[in-house]
Antibody, heavy 121, light 107 residues
C-alpha cells in the first residue's frame, strides 16, 4: 500500500541542525511532489516547502529561507528535511505529505506519521 | 501570502447535529481549497479538495461549498468519530497556507 514512513523523534539543542527522513513506498517515487508541514504543540499546521523528486527542484516558504534544505535520494525513495539554527520555536511535529493531482486539482492525500523534534537546552 | 480565517475556532455539538465551519480567504483562490480532519496525535486526513469534491472513502455526510472567497465545510448527522479538529488549506499559490483550525467537541 502507499505509505510514507518518517524517521524517529529527535532532541536538539538551540543552534543545532536536524535532519529527518520520509521514506516512500507503494508508488513511483518520482511521480509525485512531496511536501513538509509542521505543527507546533497545540497549534495549527504550517507549510514549509516541497521537492519535485523527479527534477530535484525545491520551493520553500519565505519564513524558512536560509535555514531549510529539502533533498531526496531516488535510490531509496526517501526525502529529507534539514533545518538549521534551531530555536525553541522549532519544537514541533514535522509531517511529510504527498501531493497528487486529480483532474489537475492538487491534493495532499498521503501523510507520514510525523516526527517530533524537540529543541531544548 | 494568502490568509485563511476559519470560524468558529471552537464549537460544541451533539451526535446527530448539523455542523458548519467557514473559511474565508484574503483573496481569490480559484477553488483551490481543501479540508482536513485531524485527531489528537494523528496526521491530518484529507476530506475534501477543489472546494467541494469528496475524497475517496470519506463519508457523504461531509460536504464542501464555496461562494467567492468564502468556503464552507458541512457535516450533517454528526457521528462520534467526527469529533476532531478541522483545517482548511489553500493550494492556489505558494506558500500554501492553512486556516487556524476549528475544534469540534462533544456538547
Amino acid at each position: 500500500q502507499v505509505q510514507l514512513v518518517q524517521s524517529g523523534a529527535e532532541v536538539k539543542k538551540p543552534g543545532a541542525s536536524v535532519k529527518i527522513s520520509c521514506k516512500a513506498s507503494g508508488y513511483t517515487f518520482t511521480s509525485y511532489y512531496l511536501h513538509w508541514v509542521r505543527q507546533a504543540p497545540g497549534q495549527g499546521l504550517e507549510w514549509m516547502g516541497l521537492i519535485n523528486p523527479s527534477t530535484d527542484r525545491t520551493t520553500y516558504a519565505q519564513k524558512f529561507q536560509g535555514r531549510i534544505t529539502v533533498t531526496r535520494d531516488t535510490s531509496t525513495s526517501t526525502m529529507f528535511l534539514d533545518l538549521s539554527s534551531l530555536r525553541s520555536e522549532d519544537t514541533a511535529v514535522y509531517y511529510c505529505a504527498r501531493v497528487s493531482y486529480y483532474d489537475f486539482w492538487p491534493l495532499m492525500d498521503v501523510w507520514g506519521q510525523g516526527t517530533t523534534v524537540t529543541v531544548s537546552s | 501570502d494568502i490568509q485563511l480565517t476559519q470560524s468558529p475556532s471552537f464549537l460544541s455539538a451533539s451526535v446527530g447535529d448539523r455542523v458548519t465551519i467557514t473559511c474565508r480567504a484574503s483573496q481569490g483562490i480559484n477553488s483551490y481549497l481543501a479540508w482536513y480532519q485531524q485527531k489528537p496525535l494523528k496526521a491530518p486526513r484529507l476530506l475534501i479538495y477543489a472546494a467541494s469534491t469528496l475524497q475517496s472513502g470519506v463519508p457523504s455526510r461531509f460536504s464542501g461549498s464555496e461562494s467567492g472567497t468564502e468556503f464552507t465545510l458541512t457535516i450533517s448527522n454528526l457521528q462520534p468519530e467526527d469529533f476532531a479538529t478541522y483545517y482548511c488549506q489553500q493550494l492556489d499559490s505558494y506558500p500554501w497556507t492553512f486556516g487556524q483550525g476549528t475544534k469540534v467537541d462533544i456538547k
